[in-house]
């Protein structure tokens, strides 16, 4: 057996024992495969890992920078309350019509708001809304410019609130200090900022798994 063919057996294996499988979530997948989405979407135990987080952190308000085709978004929404509210940016027209269908199938569109554009001409707006703090920031979107999205969460966030930055391994770059690639670039950066940041404390983790090799940080609003 090969190491990535245990790597998905274990996760199969936890996925049906911890976080099994349901029809909305299975035609999310499905759905979002048909319409050509890119297969990166987080992979079970992880969206019930997100689930779990929001669910410690008691979150009543959570924005998520990438909605791709609202699996994530799915996880993270159920762990809100009836009046709770989850505003999800996507960069993709398509991505977004694809995501608030399945959303809605999953009888959350009342709770969740998908806003299209650019996530760095979204923020700023969404700022002018003098929203509450949110509660938990989930970013997966383009890695390049993860710094500036760690900013935006700290200017949207306050004490107690919990950032989370998905795929910062790279398949292991993360440690090539001279690259030029821009998603290395971007991930050193924000993990840089994290760690030399006075309001946050943060710590970052490899994985493995059906995703293959790659990892999160996750970092606490002081």
């Known amino acids: 057996m090969s190491e990535s063919q245990l790597w998905d057996d274990v996760d199969e294996y936890f996925s049906a024992h911890l976080s099994p499988d349901d029809d909305a979530l299975q035609a999310t997948l499905r759905d979002s495969e048909a319409a050509g989405l890119p297969s990166i979407a987080v992979s079970r135990p992880q969206g019930k890992l997100l689930q779990l987080l929001a669910e410690i952190q008691g979150a009543r308000t959570i924005l ?50 998908v806003r ?61 200090a001279g690259s030029d690639a821009p998603d290395v670039r971007g991930t050193r950066a924000a993990i840089e900022l994290i760690g030399s940041h006075p309001r946050l404390s943060g710590t970052a983790i490899q994985t493995v798994g059906g995703k293959g090799y790659d990892g999160f940080a996750l970092a606490r609003v002081l």
Request: glycine residues 8%; hydrophobic residues 45%; proline residues 5%.
């Open 64 to 113: 998520e920078i990438g909605t791709l085709g609202g699996y994530s978004t799915i996880w993270l929404a159920r762990a809100l309350p009836a009046d709770g509210r989850l505003i999800s940016l996507e960069y993709s027209p398509k991505h977004a019509e694809v995501a608030a269908r399945n959303i809605a199938r999953a009888g959350l569109d009342k709770v969740v708001e």
């Open 116 to 176: 299209v554009g650019a996530a760095l001409d979204l923020l700023p707006k969404l700022a002018d809304e003098n929203p509450a703090p949110f509660d938990l920031v989930f970013i997966d979107a383009d890695k390049a410019n993860n710094p500036h999205y760690v900013d935006w969460a700290l200017r949207l966030t306050s004490t107690g609130s919990l950032i989370i930055v998905d795929n910062v391994v790279r398949g292991g770059r993360v440690v090539d």
